[in-house]
Protein backbone atom coordinates (compact mmCIF):
# COMPACT_ATOMS: atom_id res chain seq x y z
CA UNK A 1 0.00 0.00 0.00
CA UNK A 2 2.71 2.41 1.06
CA UNK A 3 4.80 0.82 -1.63
CA UNK A 4 7.71 0.25 1.51
CA UNK A 5 9.70 -2.97 1.36
CA UNK A 6 10.69 -3.25 4.07
CA UNK A 7 9.24 -5.72 7.04
CA UNK A 8 9.72 -6.13 10.96
CA UNK A 9 8.71 -9.39 12.77
CA UNK A 10 8.22 -8.32 16.55
CA UNK A 11 8.27 -11.52 18.93
CA UNK A 12 5.99 -9.47 21.68
CA UNK A 13 3.60 -8.99 19.86
CA UNK A 14 3.62 -12.23 17.35
CA UNK A 15 3.60 -9.93 14.30
CA UNK A 16 5.06 -9.11 11.12
CA UNK A 17 3.91 -5.52 10.29
CA UNK A 18 5.05 -2.94 7.83
CA UNK A 19 8.06 -0.29 8.73
CA UNK A 20 6.37 2.49 7.19
CA UNK A 21 2.63 2.36 7.73
CA UNK A 22 2.50 -0.32 10.43
CA UNK A 23 0.24 -2.61 8.07
CA UNK A 24 -0.23 -5.69 9.89
CA UNK A 25 0.56 -9.07 7.35
CA UNK A 26 0.08 -11.66 9.43
CA UNK A 27 -0.18 -12.52 13.02
CA UNK A 28 0.61 -15.79 15.41
CA UNK A 29 -0.52 -17.62 18.07
CA UNK A 30 0.30 -16.18 21.46
CA UNK A 31 0.47 -19.23 23.45
CA UNK A 32 3.19 -21.13 22.84
CA UNK A 33 3.66 -24.88 23.65
CA UNK A 34 5.43 -25.69 26.85
CA UNK A 35 8.79 -26.79 26.49
CA UNK A 36 9.61 -30.25 27.26
CA UNK A 37 10.94 -30.59 31.07
CA UNK A 38 13.88 -32.80 31.53
CA UNK A 39 13.77 -36.33 33.24
CA UNK A 40 16.21 -34.93 36.14
CA UNK A 41 13.80 -31.96 37.06
CA UNK A 42 10.56 -34.03 36.62
CA UNK A 43 8.50 -36.47 39.29
CA UNK A 44 9.92 -39.84 39.27
CA UNK A 45 11.78 -39.76 35.81
CA UNK A 46 8.79 -39.70 34.23
CA UNK A 47 9.23 -36.46 32.14
CA UNK A 48 5.86 -35.14 33.22
CA UNK A 49 6.28 -31.92 34.98
CA UNK A 50 3.44 -30.31 33.49
CA UNK A 51 -0.22 -29.52 34.59
CA UNK A 52 -2.91 -27.82 36.76
CA UNK A 53 -1.93 -27.36 40.99
CA UNK A 54 -3.08 -29.87 42.84
CA UNK A 55 -3.89 -28.91 46.60
CA UNK A 56 -3.16 -30.42 49.18
CA UNK A 57 -5.51 -33.38 49.97
CA UNK A 58 -7.17 -33.54 46.93
CA UNK A 59 -7.49 -36.61 44.66
CA UNK A 60 -6.52 -37.74 41.40
CA UNK A 61 -8.99 -40.43 41.07
CA UNK A 62 -8.79 -40.43 37.24
CA UNK A 63 -5.83 -41.74 37.20
CA UNK A 64 -6.05 -45.23 38.70
CA UNK A 65 -7.32 -48.35 37.01
CA UNK A 66 -10.70 -50.05 38.04
CA UNK A 67 -10.74 -53.84 37.83
CA UNK A 68 -13.65 -55.35 37.75
CA UNK A 69 -14.38 -58.78 39.48
CA UNK A 70 -17.04 -60.34 36.78
CA UNK A 71 -16.59 -58.87 33.51
CA UNK A 72 -13.61 -57.90 31.30
CA UNK A 73 -13.17 -54.90 29.53
CA UNK A 74 -15.07 -55.92 26.55
CA UNK A 75 -17.74 -57.03 28.49
CA UNK A 76 -17.41 -60.77 28.65
CA UNK A 77 -17.67 -63.07 31.80
CA UNK A 78 -14.96 -64.25 33.75
CA UNK A 79 -14.81 -67.62 34.69
CA UNK A 80 -13.50 -68.56 38.28
CA UNK A 81 -9.87 -68.59 37.77
CA UNK A 82 -10.00 -65.25 35.81
CA UNK A 83 -11.93 -63.79 38.43
CA UNK A 84 -9.28 -65.42 41.51
CA UNK A 85 -6.53 -63.37 39.27
CA UNK A 86 -8.74 -60.33 39.37
CA UNK A 87 -9.60 -60.20 42.89
CA UNK A 88 -5.79 -60.81 43.92
CA UNK A 89 -4.73 -58.15 41.64
CA UNK A 90 -7.55 -55.57 42.56
CA UNK A 91 -6.11 -56.57 46.25
CA UNK A 92 -2.50 -55.50 45.60
CA UNK A 93 -3.55 -52.16 44.11
CA UNK A 94 -5.36 -51.34 46.88
CA UNK A 95 -2.75 -52.23 49.20
CA UNK A 96 0.13 -50.31 47.08
CA UNK A 97 -2.41 -47.22 46.99
CA UNK A 98 -3.11 -46.98 50.85
CA UNK A 99 0.64 -46.70 51.36
CA UNK A 100 0.85 -43.53 49.28
CA UNK A 101 0.78 -40.72 52.02
CA UNK A 102 1.79 -37.90 49.70
CA UNK A 103 -1.29 -36.27 49.56
CA UNK A 104 -1.89 -35.19 46.02
CA UNK A 105 -1.85 -38.73 44.88
CA UNK A 106 -3.35 -40.69 47.52
CA UNK A 107 -6.84 -42.33 46.20
CA UNK A 108 -7.66 -44.02 49.30
CA UNK A 109 -11.43 -43.72 50.76
CA UNK A 110 -10.04 -41.78 53.24
CA UNK A 111 -10.46 -38.40 50.85
CA UNK A 112 -13.62 -39.58 51.12
CA UNK A 113 -14.79 -40.20 54.14
CA UNK A 114 -13.17 -36.87 55.08
CA UNK A 115 -15.65 -34.82 52.72
CA UNK A 116 -18.86 -36.88 53.70
CA UNK A 117 -18.24 -35.98 57.20
CA UNK A 118 -17.08 -32.62 56.68
CA UNK A 119 -20.77 -31.91 54.68
CA UNK A 120 -22.21 -33.88 57.98
CA UNK A 121 -21.26 -31.36 60.16
CA UNK A 122 -21.08 -28.25 57.88
CA UNK A 123 -17.42 -28.08 58.52
CA UNK A 124 -15.55 -24.75 56.31
CA UNK A 125 -13.15 -25.82 53.83
CA UNK A 126 -10.05 -24.64 55.71
CA UNK A 127 -10.73 -26.62 58.69
CA UNK A 128 -11.24 -29.94 56.54
CA UNK A 129 -7.75 -29.20 54.49
CA UNK A 130 -6.39 -29.64 58.39
CA UNK A 131 -7.79 -32.13 58.92
CA UNK A 132 -6.29 -33.95 55.25
CA UNK A 133 -3.24 -32.82 56.69
CA UNK A 134 -4.02 -34.23 60.52
CA UNK A 135 -4.77 -37.54 58.78
CA UNK A 136 -1.58 -37.79 56.78
CA UNK A 137 0.70 -36.82 59.70
CA UNK A 138 -0.84 -39.76 61.46
CA UNK A 139 -1.01 -42.26 58.65
CA UNK A 140 2.80 -41.40 58.24
CA UNK A 141 3.50 -42.27 61.62
CA UNK A 142 1.99 -45.36 61.40
CA UNK A 143 -0.91 -43.80 64.35
CA UNK A 144 -3.77 -45.11 62.21
CA UNK A 145 -2.69 -48.66 62.17
CA UNK A 146 -4.83 -51.27 63.72
CA UNK A 147 -7.94 -48.52 64.18
CA UNK A 148 -11.11 -48.35 62.20
CA UNK A 149 -11.24 -45.89 59.41
CA UNK A 150 -14.32 -43.92 60.94
CA UNK A 151 -12.34 -43.58 64.05
CA UNK A 152 -9.19 -42.01 62.42
CA UNK A 153 -11.36 -39.83 60.58
CA UNK A 154 -13.36 -38.78 63.56
CA UNK A 155 -10.01 -38.03 65.57
CA UNK A 156 -8.25 -36.16 62.66
CA UNK A 157 -11.55 -33.54 62.44
CA UNK A 158 -11.69 -33.41 66.10
CA UNK A 159 -8.58 -32.34 66.13
CA UNK A 160 -8.87 -29.66 63.48
CA UNK A 161 -12.04 -28.04 64.92
CA UNK A 162 -10.30 -27.96 68.36
CA UNK A 163 -7.00 -25.83 66.36
CA UNK A 164 -9.75 -23.40 65.11
CA UNK A 165 -11.93 -23.28 67.79
CA UNK A 166 -15.40 -24.76 65.59
CA UNK A 167 -17.67 -25.72 68.40
CA UNK A 168 -17.89 -29.38 67.82
CA UNK A 169 -18.39 -31.95 70.77
CA UNK A 170 -16.94 -35.32 70.31
CA UNK A 171 -20.13 -36.90 70.32
CA UNK A 172 -21.08 -35.41 67.37
CA UNK A 173 -18.16 -36.01 65.21
CA UNK A 174 -18.58 -40.09 66.29
CA UNK A 175 -21.91 -40.14 65.00
CA UNK A 176 -21.39 -38.30 62.09
CA UNK A 177 -17.90 -40.32 61.33
CA UNK A 178 -19.67 -43.77 61.90
CA UNK A 179 -17.44 -45.01 64.79
CA UNK A 180 -18.19 -45.01 68.77
CA UNK A 181 -16.96 -41.85 71.09
CA UNK A 182 -14.29 -44.67 72.74
CA UNK A 183 -12.68 -45.19 69.79
CA UNK A 184 -12.70 -41.74 68.29
CA UNK A 185 -11.46 -40.58 72.12
CA UNK A 186 -8.45 -42.71 71.79
CA UNK A 187 -7.50 -42.05 68.44
CA UNK A 188 -7.41 -38.50 69.20
CA UNK A 189 -5.42 -38.84 72.55
CA UNK A 190 -2.78 -41.36 70.00
CA UNK A 191 -2.80 -37.89 67.72
CA UNK A 192 -2.60 -35.11 70.26
CA UNK A 193 0.60 -37.33 71.88
CA UNK A 194 2.30 -38.79 68.99
CA UNK A 195 1.91 -36.34 66.52
CA UNK A 196 3.38 -33.45 68.15
CA UNK A 197 0.65 -30.85 67.01
CA UNK A 198 -0.37 -28.12 69.36
CA UNK A 199 -4.25 -28.64 69.72
CA UNK A 200 -5.59 -26.12 72.17
CA UNK A 201 -8.35 -26.40 74.69
CA UNK A 202 -11.87 -26.45 74.05
CA UNK A 203 -13.22 -22.65 74.80
CA UNK A 204 -16.55 -22.33 76.48
CA UNK A 205 -17.78 -19.10 74.69
CA UNK A 206 -17.58 -20.61 71.56
CA UNK A 207 -19.78 -22.85 73.02
CA UNK A 208 -22.09 -20.24 73.94
CA UNK A 209 -21.86 -18.38 70.73
CA UNK A 210 -24.00 -21.52 69.28
CA UNK A 211 -26.25 -22.66 71.60
CA UNK A 212 -27.51 -19.29 72.33
CA UNK A 213 -27.86 -18.81 68.73
CA UNK A 214 -29.85 -21.80 68.56
CA UNK A 215 -32.02 -21.37 71.75
CA UNK A 216 -32.73 -17.66 70.55
CA UNK A 217 -31.32 -16.33 74.02
CA UNK A 218 -31.65 -12.43 74.75
CA UNK A 219 -28.05 -10.12 75.34
CA UNK A 220 -28.83 -10.47 79.20
CA UNK A 221 -28.96 -14.17 79.30
CA UNK A 222 -25.85 -14.28 77.49
CA UNK A 223 -23.86 -11.83 79.92
CA UNK A 224 -25.06 -13.67 83.27
CA UNK A 225 -23.75 -16.62 81.07
CA UNK A 226 -20.35 -15.51 81.00
CA UNK A 227 -19.94 -13.71 84.31
CA UNK A 228 -21.02 -17.56 85.46
CA UNK A 229 -18.17 -18.55 83.12
CA UNK A 230 -15.74 -15.97 84.96
CA UNK A 231 -16.82 -17.67 88.20
CA UNK A 232 -16.31 -20.97 87.17
CA UNK A 233 -13.15 -20.80 86.02
CA UNK A 234 -11.98 -19.66 89.99
CA UNK A 235 -13.54 -22.89 91.28
CA UNK A 236 -11.70 -26.18 90.92
CA UNK A 237 -14.65 -28.08 91.50
CA UNK A 238 -15.54 -27.84 87.99
CA UNK A 239 -12.29 -28.27 86.06
CA UNK A 240 -13.34 -31.88 85.10
CA UNK A 241 -16.35 -31.10 83.99
CA UNK A 242 -17.34 -31.45 79.95
CA UNK A 243 -17.09 -27.90 78.53
CA UNK A 244 -20.10 -28.47 76.69
CA UNK A 245 -22.34 -29.42 79.12
CA UNK A 246 -20.86 -26.91 81.51
CA UNK A 247 -21.90 -24.25 79.58
CA UNK A 248 -25.31 -26.06 78.79
CA UNK A 249 -26.60 -25.87 82.55
CA UNK A 250 -25.00 -22.35 82.67
CA UNK A 251 -27.25 -21.71 79.51
CA UNK A 252 -30.32 -23.27 81.24
CA UNK A 253 -29.68 -21.39 84.93
CA UNK A 254 -29.03 -18.43 83.38
CA UNK A 255 -32.41 -18.00 81.15
CA UNK A 256 -34.17 -18.83 84.22
CA UNK A 257 -32.79 -16.59 86.48
CA UNK A 258 -33.26 -13.37 83.34
CA UNK A 259 -37.07 -14.82 82.90
CA UNK A 260 -36.43 -16.62 79.38
CA UNK A 261 -36.90 -20.35 80.76
CA UNK A 262 -35.93 -22.97 78.59
CA UNK A 263 -36.70 -26.27 78.76
CA UNK A 264 -34.32 -28.78 80.04
CA UNK A 265 -35.32 -31.10 77.24
CA UNK A 266 -34.55 -28.14 74.83
CA UNK A 267 -30.95 -27.25 75.80
CA UNK A 268 -30.36 -30.70 76.12
CA UNK A 269 -31.03 -31.37 72.26
CA UNK A 270 -29.38 -28.13 71.20
CA UNK A 271 -25.96 -29.05 73.59
CA UNK A 272 -25.95 -33.09 72.59
CA UNK A 273 -25.93 -33.90 76.12
CA UNK A 274 -28.38 -36.39 77.85
CA UNK A 275 -31.26 -34.57 80.44
CA UNK A 276 -29.40 -36.30 83.07
CA UNK A 277 -26.45 -35.08 82.44
CA UNK A 278 -27.89 -31.43 82.52
CA UNK A 279 -29.48 -32.16 85.65
CA UNK A 280 -26.45 -33.36 87.64
CA UNK A 281 -24.14 -30.66 86.28
CA UNK A 282 -26.70 -28.06 87.58
CA UNK A 283 -26.86 -29.25 90.98
CA UNK A 284 -23.30 -29.22 91.32
CA UNK A 285 -23.38 -25.35 89.83
CA UNK A 286 -26.06 -24.56 92.25
CA UNK A 287 -23.91 -26.17 94.96
CA UNK A 288 -20.48 -24.19 93.91
CA UNK A 289 -22.32 -20.79 93.13
CA UNK A 290 -24.53 -21.02 95.73
CA UNK A 291 -28.69 -20.74 95.96
CA UNK A 292 -29.06 -17.74 94.84
CA UNK A 293 -28.33 -17.99 91.40
CA UNK A 294 -29.19 -21.63 91.22
CA UNK A 295 -32.71 -20.60 92.93
CA UNK A 296 -35.55 -21.03 90.04
CA UNK A 297 -39.70 -22.51 89.83
CA UNK A 298 -39.82 -26.12 89.90
CA UNK A 299 -39.03 -28.31 86.63
CA UNK A 300 -41.95 -30.42 85.73
CA UNK A 301 -39.47 -32.46 84.41
CA UNK A 302 -38.19 -33.47 87.82
CA UNK A 303 -41.18 -35.03 88.92
CA UNK A 304 -41.36 -36.82 85.68
CA UNK A 305 -37.67 -38.27 86.68
Keep these: MCHSTHRI ?8 HCSECGLVFETGELITSAPTPSSENSSLGSGRGIGPFTPSGSSRRALGSTLSLTRDGQGRRLDWHRRYEFQHLKRVMQRQTSRVTGGASDRSSAHGELALVGDRLALPSVV ?9 VAKSKGLSRGRSLGASVGAAIYA ?42 VGMKSFLVRYAEELALSSH ?17 LSGLSPHGLVAAMIYLAAEREGERRSRAQVARVSAVTEVTLRS ?20 SDRAT
Design 9 to 16: VDPVRSEV
Design 160 to 201: ACRRFAIPRTLSEISEAAGASRPDVGRAFKMIQREAELAIPS
Design 128 to 136: MTEAERIFQ
Design 221 to 237: VRSTVEAMMEEAQKEPE
Design 281 to 300: TSRVLERVMGPARGHRPADP
